[in-house]
C-alpha cells in the first residue's frame, strides 16, 4: 500500500467511525496519562539532564504500548467495523510489525504526519506555558497551572492521533485474517 493510500484510508476509517474510535482513543490516553503525569513529577524540581532522559524513556515505552493496544483494538474496523479491546496489545504489535515490513514508507508518513498534527496541538500552549527552556528540557518545578496547560495539551494531541497511526497500521498490515494465517482477507 503507498504511503497516499495509507493516509487517504486512515482519514476515511476516522471520519466514517470518529465517534467509537476517538472515545476508545481518549480512554486510552487517558490511562496513558496517570503514568505519563507520575513519570513528570519524579523529576518535578529535578535540574537533572539523567533524570529527564529517563523520564522521556518511560514516556515513550508507555505511549508506544498505548500505540500498540490502540492499533490492535482497531484491527476489525475496516473489516466490520467493531473495536476490539481483548488481545489488543499482542494484535497490535503484531500488526505494528507486519505494516513496517510491508510498507516502510507508509509507516514512516502516519507517524511523520501524526507527529507534525502532535506538535501543533502540544507545542503552541506548552511553550505559551512552560516556556522554550520547560518544553525542552528538565521540569525544574513548573507552576501547577503551567503543568496542567502542557499535561491537558498532550492528553488532546494524543487522543486526536494516536487513531491515525492506529488505522494507517492496519490499513498497512492487511486484514486481521492475515494474522490468523487464514489467507488475505
Do not use: C, E
Request: without cysteine; hydrophobic residues 55%; positive net charge.
Amino acid at each position: 500500500m503507498s504511503p497516499a493510500a495509507a493516509v487517504r484510508g486512515a482519514l476515511a476509517l476516522l471520519r466514517r467511525h470518529a465517534g467509537r474510535v476517538y472515545a476508545v482513543s481518549l480512554a486510552v490516553t487517558l490511562v496513558n496519562t496517570v503514568p505519563d503525569v507520575l513519570r513528570q513529577l519524579l523529576v518535578y524540581g529535578d535540574p537533572s539532564r539523567a533524570h529527564a532522559l529517563l523520564v522521556d524513556v518511560v514516556g515513550f515505552t508507555t505511549g508506544l504500548i498505548a500505540q500498540l493496544w490502540l492499533t490492535g483494538a482497531l484491527t476489525g474496523l475496516p473489516a466490520d467495523g467493531r473495536v476490539r479491546a481483548r488481545g489488543a496489545l499482542g494484535r497490535g504489535t503484531a500488526t505494528a510489525l507486519r505494516a513496517v515490513r510491508t510498507s516502510p514508507a507508509a509507516v514512516l508518513a502516519g507517524v511523520v504526519l501524526g507527529g507534525g498534527v502532535s506538535a501543533l496541538v502540544t507545542l503552541p500552549p506548552s511553550v505559551a506555558a512552560l516556556g522554550g527552556d520547560g518544553v525542552l528540557g528538565p521540569l525544574d518545578a513548573p507552576s501547577v497551572a503551567a503543568f496542567t496547560v502542557a499535561t491537558v495539551s498532550d492528553v488532546v494531541a494524543s487522543a486526536l492521533t494516536l487513531p491515525f497511526l492506529a488505522l494507517v497500521l492496519v490499513l498497512v498490515a492487511g486484514s486481521t485474517r492475515q494474522f490468523a494465517g487464514k489467507g488475505r482477507g
